[in-house]
């Protein structure tokens, strides 16, 4: 089964710092991965994805993620993190097109 | 760019009434889904629907649940007589075919709240 792991569940950060949010992932082959962004009370806004190919992928927002097959994760980063970056992310996995499996979450705070 | 709509945007029902969650998935998808995300926890597969047949089920979506696709363009989420903790947000999704399956559209969310 598949399975998504975030093993912070809350992260401050200062504006203008860099970002990296955690994702770890469980699939028997390569999956596909993606991050979402949620404002509070919002929907889901794809950042980026990755299906194959590069593992270095560029999203929106200034947003990149890289694959790592052998660590079996897919961290999120950012070099520089605006106010207006504060919201929750989540990483996802699709093994299939049954079903996406979202992780717990990561809730982001940036501070002046 | 085509997207997935929703709607109502919210819907307040009172428990055990019965509750139509309506979608609208991009036009030329083929796949179809619903997810829930009750306030403060992650995002929750619900079903998947393909062939205008479920394909696939989470243990959350019991006999109380239903999917329908009644024309060419919608798809609906039916709870029979809803519970206290159905209140949440109700995510549609659709996907295309091949590798484009794989990579599902989200609508913007149906909050549900039950009284």
């Known amino acids: 089964a598949q399975s998504v792991t975030q093993p912070d569940i809350h992260i401050t950060v200062s504006e203008g710092a860099s970002l990296e949010l955690r994702c770890n992932y469980s699939?028997?082959?390569?999956?596909?991965l993606f991050w979402y962004v949620q404002s509070p009370g919002q929907g889901l806004q794809l950042l980026l994805k990755y299906f194959s190919g590069d593992t270095l992928v560029q999203g929106i927002k200034g947003f990149e993620a890289e694959f790592k097959r052998s660590q079996s994760s897919f961290n999120l980063r950012k070099p520089s993190v605006h106010w207006s970056d504060a919201a929750e992310y989540f990483c996802a996995v699709n093994g299939g097109y049954q079903k996406v499996t979202f992780g717990t979450g990561t809730k982001l705070q940036v501070i002046p | 760019e085509p997207e997935v709509t929703q709607t109502p945007s919210h819907q307040v029902t009172q428990m055990g009434q019965e509750v139509i969650l309506r979608c609208v998935p991009i036009?030329?998808?083929?796949?179809f889904y619903w997810y829930r995300q009750i306030l403060g926890q992650k995002v929750e597969f619900l079903v998947s629907f393909y062939n205008n047949e479920i394909s696939e089920k989470s243990e959350i979506f019991d006999d109380q649940f239903s999917v329908e696709r009644p024309d060419g363009s919608n798809f609906t989420l039916k709870i029979r007589s809803t519970k206290l903790e159905d209140s949440a947000m109700y995510f549609c999704?659709?996907?295309?075919?091949?590798?484009?399956?794989?990579?599902?559209?989200f609508g913007p969310g149906t909050r549900l709240t039950v009284t």
């Open positions: 699939y028997g082959a390569t999956p596909y």
């Open positions: 036009s030329n998808h083929l796949y």
């Open positions: 999704a659709s996907s295309g075919r091949g590798q484009g399956a794989n990579e599902q559209y």
